[in-house]
């Protein structure tokens, strides 16, 4: 195997993406790059090796559809956390943008910190952002959408009630991140962003969208699918193994 060049390794044509777990030093993200084959189990033994090697001792994948899984359970993976997969078509009629909180472009270094928190308040400590994370969700497709929604009374200025990331690649669309303020739920900024992202996705040119929510989360669930979205017969995955 090659040495690890800009997070990626490499053996022969397979390649995956390696990186720390949302500031969990101990824990390694792997994930495959999408360009290359599908990851061989003898691969992924290999790349099991070179981490154990850096002083890692838990890796994780990002979330996989069953085929993308199969190489990581044959390597001695299991399933950490189960996904739903809802999509959307786009073609069609899609409810408008509710009126509610300000919605501005999120701004890399001033909003920063505010949208970190509002992320941590939101999700469990496993799937918490941290900032390289974040950065990871703003550049995962090459046309992205950040807006944070911002309350809509003066004495609240700079603060930040939630935010939605969304994403475009050819024809499709992704939710990457959507994340409000449990202490300001209630209030429809969820839906508003939401909402927002999606006539975007379409504007520029996307049939269809898709986004996955954690299993039991049945806010989000009720939310997704008020706007149209609909559950895929097969969810996603997140695996997990031991070094």
């Known amino acids: 195997m090659s040495a690890p060049a800009a997070n990626i390794l490499r053996w022969g044509r397979e390649q995956a993406r390696t990186a720390c777990w949302r500031g969990e030093g101990n824990v390694a993200l792997l994930t495959p790059v999408p360009s290359a084959p599908l990851p061989s189990a003898a691969f992924l033994h290999h790349c099991l090796e070179v981490l154990a090697s850096r002083g890692y001792t838990r890796v994780v994948t990002g979330a996989l559809s069953p085929l993308e899984q199969a190489g990581f359970l044959a390597a001695g993976f299991d399933v950490a956390e189960r996904l739903h997969l809802l999509s959307l078509d786009l073609v069609g009629p899609l409810p408008p943008v509710p009126a509610g909180a300000t919605l501005t472009r999120g701004r890399c270094h001033a909003d920063r910190a505010a949208v970190l928190t509002v992320d941590g308040a939101a999700f469990s400590s496993f799937w918490r952002l941290d900032g390289a994370a974040l950065d990871d969700a703003l550049a995962a497709t090459p046309s992205t959408r950040w807006r944070v929604a911002r309350p809509r009374r003066r004495w609240e200025a700079g603060a930040v009630e939630g935010y939605c990331i969304s994403g475009r690649s050819g024809p499709r669309g992704f ?69």
């Open 175 to 243: 939710v990457q991140r959507l994340a409000v303020d449990p202490a300001r739920h209630g209030r429809g900024t969820g839906r508003r962003l939401l909402l927002d992202g999606l006539h975007w996705m379409r504007s520029r040119g996307a049939r269809s969208a898709v986004v996955n929510t954690q299993l039991g989360n049945d806010a989000a669930l009720a939310l997704y699918h008020s706007v149209g979205f609909r559950d895929e017969p097969v969810g996603l995955s997140v695996l997990a193994a031991g070094l």
